[in-house]
């Protein structure tokens, strides 16, 4: 398998499925979103609100806004290039940096909120549906639909409360901008959604189909999901190790590490100390691929060595649990190696693995290598999914290392079928659908 192989691979959170909930200010739209996502009660539904977006304001458009003269009802107030830039990067299941936006301050703030990997994305605003580029990125359209009176009163509490305002500003901006806009510009939009909401959070009955439609795309993507899985299977059986799979040199050390190792009647402190030294000789192997540099030193005798020296900065990521056993060995061979983690569990049902947590350092992209570490790889959806992490965060794939002490053959072709140019360092290669069993040896758990 050449580095000019490659095979397709989406994860579940490719293409997520966007849905826009549009309304009144005041009309419920963020507590109506709100209600989605709690019926349904999933880690992969996420909600983004529009009034990150408002564009910033210049000095004399920040004095008026203070004076409640600025229109932010108007679609002109929103950054919608930046805005439709963020949804199509999360469309293709890349990162997406949101701004935060201060009302009180009436400006964005320096910060920003990151969202990545949501399989379904609830954007809602009183213009979800309103820019031609954002309704070609949405599955469903809602409209909130709400009483004028009763909106006008969620506003004042809300601004009032929340956002440092006088009922008297509020007063002023509702009747100035609030409800001309909406006639102009909010309720129009009424007429391309999908489904109409009334009585926001109240009406459980439409808050159920809403659910019961988002329960089938995720339903529909992780079905998609398995069935490539599978299809990367049967072209991992069809073809040869990959020259990119790196085995240990079976030397009588190693023969004899790995004898302890499977053997059960070894005690669990010798287990742990020989897999330790099993996991410092992976690593040593693993960091061969990182990049040096020439480099003229002198040395205590006055003579000149030619040496090398590293360009980069090697990094890990701990794909938890089971990573966690690498890291004493890691630590024996590079002390100051910064980590990160990424929690992957496979759902007993489905049999897919699914993304739940991920920590990684913020400029991780800039590393010269990255470890991946997992103590075993089977089928290699976990891999794929991990691999797939990195590389939406930045990471160019000839720069990670995938270091495991067991893998099989299928699992380690499946993953150096999508990515050809990384690596995968084995200690030992098994059986393709080998139980795990190392980190529970090592933990006692």
Same mark, same amino acid.
């Given at each position: 398998m050449t580095a000019l192989t490659r095979s397709h691979y989406s994860p579940p959170w490719g293409n997520a499925s966007i849905i826009g909930v549009a309304g009144s200010s005041g009309s419920g739209k963020t507590s109506l979103a709100l209600a989605i996502v709690a019926s349904l009660n999933l880690p992969w539904v996420v909600i983004m609100s529009m009034d990150s977006f408002y564009k910033p304001l210049? /000095? &004399?458009q920040s004095a008026a806004a203070f004076r409640n003269e600025f229109d932010f009802d108007s679609p002109h107030a929103i950054d919608f290039d930046v805005l439709v830039e963020k949804l199509r990067d999360l469309k293709q299941g890349k990162v997406? +940096? =949101?701004?935060v936006y201060s009302f009180e301050k009436h400006a964005r703030l320096e910060k920003s909120t990151t969202i990545y990997s949501p399989h379904v994305l609830i954007l809602e605003g009183i213009f979800a549906l309103h820019d031609q580029r954002?309704?070609?990125?949405?599955?469903?359209? =809602?409209? &909130? +639909? &709400?009483? %004028?009176?009763l909106c006008l009163s969620r506003r004042l509490l809300r601004d009032v409360r929340h956002r440092g305002r006088d009922i008297e500003g509020c007063i002023k901006q509702w009747f100035n901008f609030v409800k001309p806009n909406f006639h102009r510009y909010v309720g129009p939009q009424r007429e391309i959604a999908d489904i109409i909401i009334p009585r926001g959070i109240e009406n459980k009955v439409a808050i159920s189909m809403v659910s019961d439609r988002i329960e089938k795309i995720l339903a529909h993507k992780s079905k998609m999901h398995q069935i490539e899985l599978r299809r990367l299977g049967k072209v991992a059986e069809d073809a040869p190790l990959s020259t990119n799979a790196i085995i240990l040199n079976q030397t009588h050390q190693i023969l004899g590490i790995n004898t302890l190792l499977l053997n059960p009647e070894t005690s669990r402190e010798d287990y742990i100390f020989y897999f330790d030294r099993m996991v410092a000789l992976l690593i040593e192997r693993a960091i061969d691929f990182l990049p040096f540099v020439p480099k003229q030193i002198i040395t205590p005798q006055g003579?000149?060595?030619?040496?090398? +020296?590293? /360009? %980069? +900065?090697v990094s890990a990521v701990v794909i938890l649990r089971g990573g966690s056993v690498f890291e004493t060995g890691l630590r024996r061979t590079i002390p100051d190696c910064r980590t990160g983690r990424i929690l992957i569990q496979t759902n007993y049902r489905t049999g897919e693995p699914e993304l739940h947590y991920r920590a990684l350092p913020s400029d991780l992209s800039e590393h010269g290598l990255v470890l991946l570490l997992d103590p075993q790889m089977s089928s290699g959806g976990a891999a794929l999914m991990a691999v797939r992490v990195l590389v939406d965060h930045g990471i160019p794939e000839e720069r990670i290392v995938f270091v495991t002490y067991m893998a099989g053959r299928v699992g380690v072709n499946r993953v150096l079928s999508v990515y050809p140019e990384m690596r995968v360092v084995v200690g030992r290669m098994g059986d393709d659908m080998e139980s795990r069993w190392v980190e529970t040896r090592y933990l006692g758990c």
């Amino acid at each position: 398998m050449t580095a000019l192989t490659r095979s397709h691979y989406s994860p579940p959170w490719g293409n997520a499925s966007i849905i826009g909930v549009a309304g009144s200010s005041g009309s419920g739209k963020t507590s109506l979103a709100l209600a989605i996502v709690a019926s349904l009660n999933l880690p992969w539904v996420v909600i983004m609100s529009m009034d990150s977006f408002y564009k910033p304001l210049t /000095s &004399a458009q920040s004095a008026a806004a203070f004076r409640n003269e600025f229109d932010f009802d108007s679609p002109h107030a929103i950054d919608f290039d930046v805005l439709v830039e963020k949804l199509r990067d999360l469309k293709q299941g890349k990162v997406a +940096e =949101i701004p935060v936006y201060s009302f009180e301050k009436h400006a964005r703030l320096e910060k920003s909120t990151t969202i990545y990997s949501p399989h379904v994305l609830i954007l809602e605003g009183i213009f979800a549906l309103h820019d031609q580029r954002v309704l070609d990125m949405l599955d469903l359209k =809602i409209f &909130a +639909e &709400a009483d %004028g009176d009763l909106c006008l009163s969620r506003r004042l509490l809300r601004d009032v409360r929340h956002r440092g305002r006088d009922i008297e500003g509020c007063i002023k901006q509702w009747f100035n901008f609030v409800k001309p806009n909406f006639h102009r510009y909010v309720g129009p939009q009424r007429e391309i959604a999908d489904i109409i909401i009334p009585r926001g959070i109240e009406n459980k009955v439409a808050i159920s189909m809403v659910s019961d439609r988002i329960e089938k795309i995720l339903a529909h993507k992780s079905k998609m999901h398995q069935i490539e899985l599978r299809r990367l299977g049967k072209v991992a059986e069809d073809a040869p190790l990959s020259t990119n799979a790196i085995i240990l040199n079976q030397t009588h050390q190693i023969l004899g590490i790995n004898t302890l190792l499977l053997n059960p009647e070894t005690s669990r402190e010798d287990y742990i100390f020989y897999f330790d030294r099993m996991v410092a000789l992976l690593i040593e192997r693993a960091i061969d691929f990182l990049p040096f540099v020439p480099k003229q030193i002198i040395t205590p005798q006055g003579n000149v060595y030619m040496g090398l +020296e590293k /360009s %980069g +900065e090697v990094s890990a990521v701990v794909i938890l649990r089971g990573g966690s056993v690498f890291e004493t060995g890691l630590r024996r061979t590079i002390p100051d190696c910064r980590t990160g983690r990424i929690l992957i569990q496979t759902n007993y049902r489905t049999g897919e693995p699914e993304l739940h947590y991920r920590a990684l350092p913020s400029d991780l992209s800039e590393h010269g290598l990255v470890l991946l570490l997992d103590p075993q790889m089977s089928s290699g959806g976990a891999a794929l999914m991990a691999v797939r992490v990195l590389v939406d965060h930045g990471i160019p794939e000839e720069r990670i290392v995938f270091v495991t002490y067991m893998a099989g053959r299928v699992g380690v072709n499946r993953v150096l079928s999508v990515y050809p140019e990384m690596r995968v360092v084995v200690g030992r290669m098994g059986d393709d659908m080998e139980s795990r069993w190392v980190e529970t040896r090592y933990l006692g758990c």
